[in-house]
């Protein structure tokens, strides 16, 4: 009987491609010092037999995980119903899969929980970097990953304490484009269904709502709490019909809620928008084939996501980067609002 085979290792990888085992970790980790040419046939042997870094001798050794971290609070079925993690993450990848990066994704109970995770990555050497999503209010991640020396970007900030650097948007310009639209066909009073206000980027959004409707003059409308489920965008849109002062335009914080608002709206004998007009903070595919096709904020998700992904992988390198600002999505006028 032959002697059953072990996994390859990078002495192995190193030995058929002819090159010293240092050699062979500079050209998988896209170090400096070794030749492109050199650096593809160190992956071409990799893809032959198939190897995949072992993590216990890499943290002993000081190697990368050639992996980054991406964790998510939220529940498993708003993560699954939202396009734009969906897109986000798929964005990451083209970036990452090129740099042979790998993304371990994990969703969380609580802040408390992903702060543990970002514990454990880092005591094992499991990542290289975290991306960090959905900001709150007095959020301590950002200066505890600092502390840990953990690499790491924000998707989606900045944040307020400066410990992280952050790929941003511009989330109080983006309402106030959206609110300025609703004004000029002429509403005077408009609604407004967010989601938890405790995240940073909704909390600029209802400030930014807020302060549009002074500027313009509107009637004071509701801000609507949501945790971005279908449920909870159904209870709001109910809530908002059954007013004496009833809105006759309605933002919903992501596609989501538009679509549960839509349903409710003409399950009430209501028409969109000559009724109530409706808009979406975040577009899918799904905001173009709904009756009628819904108005909304448009912003391309997988290019942010690979943004993301090459700020994150500089810091990783050592390189001094300070984020950027991504430009103002763009409202996508279709005909219900």
């Not at 050699?23 to 032959?48: C, D, H, I, K, Y």
């Not at 396009?83 to 042979?100: D, E, I, K, P």
């Not at 690499?151 to 307020?160: L, Q, R, S, T, Y």
């Not at 509107?218 to 909870?232: G, K, P, Y």
Request: net charge negative; hydrophobic share 40%; proline share 5%.
């Amino acid at each position: 009987m032959s002697p059953k085979r072990g996994r390859p290792t990078l002495r192995d990888i190193a030995a058929r491609v002819g090159v010293s085992e240092t050699a062979a970790s500079f050209a998988l980790n896209g170090r400096p010092g070794v030749s492109e040419e050199t650096r593809q046939r160190v992956l071409a042997v990799v893809e032959e037999l198939q190897w995949t870094p072992n993590h216990a001798a890499q943290a002993l050794s000081g190697a990368r995980a050639m992996t980054v971290g991406l964790a998510i609070t939220r529940t498993v079925q708003s993560v699954g119903s939202e396009q734009f993690f969906m897109n986000l993450m798929s964005g990451m990848h083209t970036v990452l899969s090129a740099r042979r990066y790998g993304l371990l994704f994990q969703v969380t109970e609580s802040i408390e929980g992903e702060i543990d995770l970002y514990r454990r990555w880092s005591n094992d050497s499991r990542v290289d970097g975290v991306v960090l999503v959905d900001l709150r209010i007095g959020d301590p991640r950002p200066r505890i990953v600092a502390d840990l020396g953990l690499p790491a970007i924000v998707a989606g900030g900045p944040d307020p304490v400066g410990a992280v650097p952050s790929v941003s948007i511009d989330d109080a310009a983006a309402m106030r484009t959206v609110m300025d639209h609703l004004r000029s066909a002429g509403h005077t009073r408009i609604a407004y269904v967010c989601g938890d206000p405790s995240l940073l980027h909704v909390h600029r959004r209802v400030d930014a709502f807020t302060r549009a409707g002074r500027e313009h003059g509107l009637e004071a409308a509701d801000v609507l709490q949501t945790d971005f489920s279908v449920a909870s965008g159904t209870r709001a849109t109910q809530r908002l019909l059954t007013t004496s002062d009833r809105p006759s335009a309605v933002i919903y914080d992501n596609e989501v809620l538009a679509v549960a608002g839509l349903g409710e709206i003409r399950a009430a004998g209501l028409r969109t928008p000559a009724d109530i007009a409706v808009v979406t903070c975040e577009d899918s595919p799904m905001c173009g084939v709904v009756h009628p096709p819904l108005t909304a904020l448009r912003r391309d998700t997988a290019a942010f996501g690979a943004d993301v992904a090459e700020h994150l992988l500089r810091i990783i390198d050592g390189d001094r980067d300070e984020g950027t600002e991504e430009k103002v999505p763009e409202l996508v006028v279709r005909e219900s609002a």
